[in-house]
């Protein structure tokens, strides 16, 4: 009796223990899942179960938080690639394309049969005038500015576009007539379906048709010349942000057809240029000025110029604006309007060195600069890889601030205070602008107008 006895209570002894066993396997089990639930879900499942352990989790509730987990996977791996493909324009825009024209020599030098080609090709440029038409912009140049290859651009820095005001709309742009020269050069490097259509047109043209190409356009909608400060090393910001939609310049300014100009001497590079002429930039001469202004576009001048790239040096603010009248010209001989524009970080995406005005350096870049138009900064960047120095920009934020417009009336006859009067208006609104926004962007540095 005593044997039966202790045979039942060890019996019930280690049914007790074997069911110990499995609630602490359920237990170690349900924390994994929970665990698991919380990584994935961002929650446990846990606390979906009401008080008898039953769940109340439903399943659009499952739905929603493997889609917010989704979503979050994919804005990391969205960040990852831009930031890795945001290399790629900056690398052609700063490297590949400025060095072509050595890479043309080279290949010119060792095959003979090159030598044909490159001479056309060089012959092709000495004639081509399209850098100082003022001719619209045709499909495909609208096409690449909206590429989305400027809005990897933009996100290497990343290049933000700030409104202070909203500026009123130009109307359409006028088409202006063209010379043989331009024609048969436009044909030369179009595409041939463009070709096609423009034959076509030219057959079945009727006599009411010519007669209006050949009318002379009038002025008409609203005009602007946006003045950029700095001009830095390569002048990133104003090129990506008023000359592009990289950073969504048509949904700020909608009806606004801005061209970037640039020194005339980058129009005679070859393949250089036609990158140039693919994103819509113009010569900085002031035929090409009056030529977009009175095809009712507007314009992008970097005022400061090659000489004050010389004066790039990161966390600082100089600017060369006193000497520089001849925006305030245009502006009265065609009646559009000046805008002030500041890139602020502009100066800080490379580690320049500023050059003394006194250094024997400096005075050969003036020499060189008011002699072929270009100068050399000394300077270094970034490579491929973040640890290594390079030709290639920093990642270092550039903020491009649009200010209020400053209305100048049509003056043909204008004289030196008409031209004292508005460059004394454009500093004043130009520094205004500054001090409204330097606090937000760049703070602790200070402007200063050096001539």
């Not at 399943?59 to 493997?66: H, R």
């Not at 609208?142 to 590429?147: G, H, I, M, Q």
């Not at 007669?211 to 700095?230: E, H, L, V, W």
Request: proline share 5%; with cysteine.
């Amino acid at each position: 009796m005593i044997d039966t006895r202790t045979e039942y209570e060890n019996h019930w002894e280690h049914l007790n223990a074997r069911k110990e066993d499995e609630l602490h396997h359920n237990f170690k089990k349900e924390r994994l899942h929970d665990s698991l639930d919380e990584e994935f879900f961002g929650e446990s499942t846990s606390t979906f179960k009401d008080d008898f352990g039953a769940p109340k989790k439903n399943v659009q509730d499952s739905f929603d938080a493997a889609c917010n987990y989704a979503s979050n996977c994919w804005n990391q791996f969205k960040d990852v690639f831009i930031d890795w493909i945001s290399i790629v324009p900056v690398f052609v825009h700063t490297l590949v394309l400025p060095c072509s024209f050595f890479l043309m020599l080279v290949h010119a030098l060792f095959y003979n049969f090159t030598w044909a080609g490159c001479a056309l090709y060089l012959i092709s440029i000495a004639l081509d005038s399209r850098a100082y038409s003022g001719i619209p912009l045709n499909g495909i140049q609208k096409f690449v500015r909206r590429s989305v290859w400027w809005k990897w651009f933009a996100a290497y820095y990343p290049i933000t576009l700030h409104k202070t005001c909203d500026l009123e709309p130009s109307d359409p742009p006028i088409r202006e007539s063209k010379t043989f020269v331009d024609t048969s050069f436009y044909y030369l490097f179009a595409w041939p379906l463009i070709l096609i259509r423009n034959i076509v047109q030219w057959i079945f043209r009727s006599e009411t048709n010519s007669q209006n190409d050949s009318d002379t356009p009038k002025r008409q909608g609203k005009r602007y010349i946006f003045a950029c400060s700095p001009h830095g090393i390569i002048c990133m910001g104003a090129f990506c942000a008023l000359g592009t939609e990289g950073c969504g310049w048509s949904k700020l300014f909608p009806g606004i057809t801005t061209r970037v100009l640039t020194l005339g001497l980058c129009f005679n590079a070859p393949f250089y240029r036609q990158y140039l002429f693919l994103t819509g930039c113009c010569s900085v001469s002031k035929k090409s000025c009056i030529n977009l202004l009175n095809n009712n576009q507007s314009i992008c001048i970097i005022i400061g110029g090659t000489r004050e790239s010389l004066m790039t040096e990161p966390g600082k603010f100089d600017l060369i604006l006193k000497s520089r009248r001849g925006v305030i010209k245009v502006a009265l001989e065609t009646g559009a309007s000046v805008v002030p524009v500041l890139s602020f970080g502009e100066n800080d995406v490379y580690n320049a060195d500023a050059q003394g005005r006194d250094s024997i350096w400096y005075k050969l870049n003036c020499l060189l600069s008011s002699s072929l138009g270009f100068a050399v900064p000394r300077f270094i960047g970034r490579g491929l890889f973040d640890k290594c120095a390079g030709p290639l920009p920093f990642r270092r934020p550039i903020n491009v601030v649009v200010g209020r417009p400053i209305d100048v009336p049509l003056i043909e006859n204008y004289t030196k205070s008409d031209i004292d009067k508005y460059q004394n208006i454009y500093i004043s609104e130009l520094t205004k602008l500054y001090e409204e926004n330097v606090d937000k962007y760049t703070p602790g540095v200070s402007l200063r107008i050096v001539e």
